[in-house]
C-alpha cells in the first residue's frame, strides 16, 4: 500500500490534563467513564431544544451531539448496511497498565494529573472548540459514579509527533487551534523510525482491550488476515463518514495477500470489564484482548502504513471509549 493511500483522512491528536484539590478513586481503566461523561457535558452544551431527542430535532443535521456521539445511519449517504459498524470520529483513550486487572481502582490526588488523549478525526476537528469547552464542564461537574469529584480542565496539549504546544490553559481559558494533519503524514513519519528488519516480521502490543468480531462473535486470538480485514474497514468507513470520501482499494486482493503471513508467537489474553449504559439501564460487558502478537511473512510489507495508521485509529469495536489501542514493538 502506498502512503498516498492515507492521504483522504485528517486526524488532529491532543493531550487533556485535569487536576484535582481533592484525592478521589477511579477505575483503573477511565475509557467508559471518560466517555460518559464527556457525552453528557456536550448534550447540555449544544443541545437547544427541550426535548433533548435528537431524532425529533431540525437541527440535527449541523449538531456537534449527534454526529460525534449518534451517527445517524438512516441519513448517511453510504453503501453500508448496519449502522453499528458506523465508526465515531473521535477517540478517548487513557493510559492502562499491563500489570492492572478488571476491577481494579486507581487514586488521583492534588499532585497527580488526570491525564488522557483525545483524537479527533476528520470533520470532527471542525468541533474542536465545543469539545473543549464540553470538556472543561465534564471535569466541573466531577468524575466517578460514587463520592463524584470536580477537576479543573488545566491544559490541552496538541501532539504532533514528537512536538506539543499548549493549546488551551485554565489561567487564560484561551483556545487557539492548531492545524490538522494528514494520516499520511503522520504515517510516513512513523515508518522512518521503525528498524528495517521490521518488513518481515512484527509484533504488535495490544495495550487497551481489542474487540475484534467474526460473525458477531468476539474472537480471543487475531490471525493477520483477520487484523487487516478489520483495518481495511475502519479506514474505509472513517473515510466514507468522515471525510466523505470513497476509499479505494483492491480490498479482495489485499486480503489474499495477507493470507500468506502466518502468526509466529501470541500472548493475548482476555481483559473484562463492564460499564453502565444510561440509554439501556444496564450494566454491560465491554472486554476484549491484550497482550502481544508476532507475525511473520514476506507480505508484511505491504501491509506496514495500514499497520501503522491503525497506531493512531485503534481497531475493532468500541474505539471511542479507547478500546484496540496497540503499538509496533521492537
Not at 471518560?34 to 426535548?51: E, M, P, W, Y
Amino acid at each position: 500500500m502506498k502512503l498516498t493511500d492515507f492521504s483522504l483522512l485528517s486526524i488532529s491528536q491532543y493531550q487533556i490534563k485535569l487536576k484535582t484539590q481533592f484525592s478521589t478513586r477511579l477505575p483503573v481503566f477511565l475509557g467508559s467513564t471518560l466517555r460518559g461523561a464527556f457525552g453528557h457535558a456536550l448534550k447540555d452544551t449544544v443541545c437547544i431544544v427541550n426535548h433533548r431527542n435528537c431524532e425529533k430535532c431540525m437541527v440535527v443535521d449541523k449538531c456537534s451531539y449527534p454526529y460525534l456521539f449518534e451517527t445517524s445511519f438512516t441519513k448517511a449517504k453510504t453503501t453500508t448496511q448496519n449502522s453499528q459498524q458506523i465508526p465515531h470520529p473521535f477517540i478517548l483513550s487513557s493510559p492502562l497498565s499491563p500489570n492492572s486487572r478488571p476491577g481494579d481502582y486507581q487514586i488521583f490526588t492534588p499532585e497527580k494529573e488526570l491525564t488522557f488523549d483525545l483524537t479527533l478525526i476528520g470533520r470532527a476537528i471542525d468541533y474542536l472548540p465545543y469539545i473543549i469547552y464540553s470538556l472543561n464542564q465534564m471535569a466541573k461537574k466531577g468524575l466517578g459514579l460514587v463520592n463524584r469529584t470536580s477537576f479543573e480542565l488545566d491544559q490541552v496539549l496538541s501532539l504532533d509527533g514528537s512536538l506539543s504546544e499548549i493549546i488551551y490553559e485554565s489561567k487564560t481559558e484561551k483556545l487557539s487551534s492548531p492545524t490538522a494533519s494528514k494520516l499520511s503524514n503522520l504515517v510516513e513519519n512513523r515508518l522512518t523510525s521503525l528498524p528495517t528488519n521490521i518488513s518481515e516480521q512484527i509484533t504488535l502490543q495490544f495495550i487497551t482491550p481489542a474487540r475484534i468480531r467474526t460473525q458477531n462473535q468476539l474472537q480471543a486470538e487475531l490471525s493477520f488476515p483477520l487484523l487487516i480485514r478489520n483495518l481495511l474497514r475502519r479506514m474505509s468507513l472513517l473515510c466514507e463518514f468522515h471525510a466523505q470520501e470513497l476509499w479505494q482499494q483492491n480490498f479482495a486482493g489485499l486480503l489474499k495477500l495477507a493470507s500468506e503471513v502466518q502468526t509466529k508467537t501470541t500472548t493475548l489474553r482476555w481483559w473484562d470489564f463492564e460499564r453502565y449504559s444510561n440509554r439501556q439501564k444496564t450494566h454491560m460487558k465491554l472486554g476484549g484482548f491484550i497482550g502481544t502478537v508476532t507475525y511473520t511473512g514476506k507480505a508484511i510489507r505491504e501491509f506496514l502504513p495500514l499497520i501503522i495508521a491503525g497506531e493512531f485509529l485503534h481497531v475493532g469495536g468500541s474505539t471511542s471509549f479507547g478500546l484496540g489501542k496497540y503499538k509496533i514493538i521492537d
